[in-house]
């Protein structure tokens, strides 16, 4: 892809010199490093830092800027400019100055958000200056190795894949950009990180009334080492919400993640401090972003335990609570196509119109884009991400927590919590119980057992008949896609998929229960357990 001595030539990274040129000697491990380059997706980029075009490093960075400004000044919108974030990450702070210098080098007037900031408050920013592009260097919640780079267009949302397919077209590694090709730091136009959170702040989070304050209700938070926690403590305070009981440990941004291996909400044993936080204070509430704080999760204390909600629960309480607080015949919500289906009902009793689209927010938001006369309410998917705003065009675990602690508000006033208005929900509109399992598995195995499934698909589905199969490489572009359905009696429903990032299956199953039973927690807890079954049963396909 490159030869070493270019890599040499181009690489500004001192300790990364040393390493290759201590490797000159090893051909077969210099071969190892340069046989293939990094892609360019619509997720941008993410991989593990380290040397070479396979990794996240600040050469990589510079060639994926410089194709996003080529991209730019091939569509004529250099002159919108571009919005610059970054996390907390190890050198996302000198990835992100990068781009910045590269851009400005090319004519593309950047502005650089000179800390740390939460994705959503840079995807606010850009909208708010109407720029070509925002580009958020995070590596959101994978392991404190990886690196990334996500890049949003000029409507607002992550790029598809016509954009990420032409900006891939000016991935050259064979012409590395050199230090001198970059502008200087001081030509850089910077955005001061707390005014870019309070303008976020200010248009996202509509003020707290006096009668509305969440008053009594105690909670615990954790960024989980992130960048969030900050600019949700300024939600709070716009909203006239009571500020949460820190997990102090977790609360200071670190990209090395001290603790969490995994900075996953959704991971096991992630929530262990907030958890042991909450219970020495004898709070029954636990909300958590992930590290760019774009997702959230939520955890109650039910019975001496805890019961963390899942995407699918949450999901469902701020859909019903966005319809409980906007009015008129214009609403419009969406989820993606491996979601529950309870928030199709509960939109369908409600006549508001619910658009089911591709997994990803980049199509979830789709619909905010496509549909100007409508009032954008909320979208979601089951991997703890959620839009209550079209201030945002994409997952937001800020206004998304913000909603939260005012739907427990306004239950409590009723003398409610959040579990019981499940159960409510479930009388109304049926129990709908989901649940997902994955394997590592040769991603040509999982597509082999696909294109079979295509071809003759099962009968049943752990002994109940199959009713339909829908193809989602049948619909037409670009909702075609390499997605399996299944019904089968029961109210069974799976969807298979494999894992655009890693080499996984996907599989998300759900049961419905129309006519709510009588005891909804414990026709609940069996639904998980048939569930837990099919899982292993679908799982075996690909073995």
Not at 61 to 76: K, T
Not at 255 to 262: H, K, N, Q, T, Y
Not at 422 to 438: K, M, N, Y
Not at 454 to 482: F, M, Y
Request: charged fraction near 20%; charge should be negative; include cysteine.
């Amino acid at each position: 892809v490159v030869s070493l001595e270019h890599w040499l030539e181009a690489d500004p990274h001192l300790p990364a010199k040393s390493t290759l040129e201590a490797l000159s000697s090893d051909p077969v491990g210099i071969a190892k490093l340069f046989a293939s380059q990094i892609s360019f997706g619509t997720a941008g980029l993410r991989a593990e830092r380290g040397i070479g075009p396979t990794r996240m490093n600040r050469v990589t960075v510079r060639v994926a800027a410089r194709a996003i400004g080529f991209y730019l000044l091939r569509e004529g919108l250099e002159g919108r400019g571009v919005v610059i974030g970054y996390d907390a990450r190890p050198d996302s702070n000198l990835y992100a100055t990068d781009t910045a210098r590269l851009l400005t080098a090319l004519g593309i007037p950047c502005w650089l958000i000179d800390e740390p900031c939460p994705t959503p408050v840079v995807v606010w920013n850009q909208r708010h200056r109407a720029a070509a592009a925002a580009i958020v260097v995070t590596a959101s919640h994978n392991p404190a190795s990886d690196g990334g780079y996500k890049v949003y267009g000029s409507d607002g949302t992550q790029i598809r894949p016509v954009a990420a397919k032409a900006i891939e077209s000016f991935m050259d590694f064979s012409s590395l950009p050199l230090e001198a090709e970059l502008s200087s730091e001081s030509e850089i136009s910077y955005l001061n990180a707390s005014q870019a959170v309070a303008g976020y702040v200010e248009s996202v989070i509509t003020p707290g009334e006096d009668d509305c304050k969440a008053d009594g209700i105690n909670w615990v938070y954790t960024p989980l080492c992130g960048v969030g926690g900050d600019a949700l403590e300024s939600a709070c305070v716009r909203a006239g919400l009571q500020p949460p009981i820190r997990v102090e440990q977790q609360f200071d941004p670190d990209g090395s993640f001290p603790g969490l291996p995994f900075p996953n909400p959704e991971e096991p044993g992630t929530l262990h401090l907030a958890k042991l936080k909450a219970e020495d204070e004898g709070v029954g509430l636990i909300l958590a972003n992930d590290p760019d704080a774009d997702r959230l999760a939520v955890v109650i204390r039910s019975d001496e335990e805890w019961r963390q909600l899942t995407g699918d629960e949450l999901g469902l309480l701020l859909c019903d609570y966005q319809i409980r607080v906007t009015s008129g015949d214009t609403r419009l919500s969406a989820s993606s196509v491996v979601s529950s289906e309870a928030v199709i009902a509960l939109c369908k009793a409600h006549d508001i119109e619910h658009v089911r689209t591709l997994t990803g927010f980049k199509w979830i938001m789709e619909p905010a884009i496509t549909h100007p006369t409508k009032q954008w309410i909320f979208g979601y998917e089951e991997a703890l991400g959620y839009s209550v705003t079209s201030e945002v065009l994409d997952k937001d675990g800020i206004s998304s927590a913000i909603a939260f602690l005012r739907l427990v508000s306004d239950l409590k006033a009723l003398g409610k919590d959040p579990l019981e208005r499940l159960d409510e929900l479930a009388q109304q509109i049926g129990l709908f119980v989901t649940d997902q399992v994955s394997g590592q598995f040769d991603p040509e195995l999982v597509d082999a057992t696909l294109d079979s499934l295509r071809n003759k698909p099962p009968l049943h589905l752990n002994g109940h008949e199959v009713t339909e199969v829908i193809d989602w490489l049948d619909a037409p572009a670009p909702s075609s896609t390499n997605l399996l359905q299944f019904r089968a009696e029961g109210g069974l429903r799976v969807a298979i998929r494999p894992s655009g990032t890693e080499p996984k299956v996907k599989i998300y199953m759900e049961q419905v229960t129309l006519e709510a039973p009588t005891n909804i927690r414990e026709a609940r807890s069996a639904s998980k357990q048939d569930l837990a079954s099919l899982g292993t049963f679908v799982l075996s396909w690909f073995t």
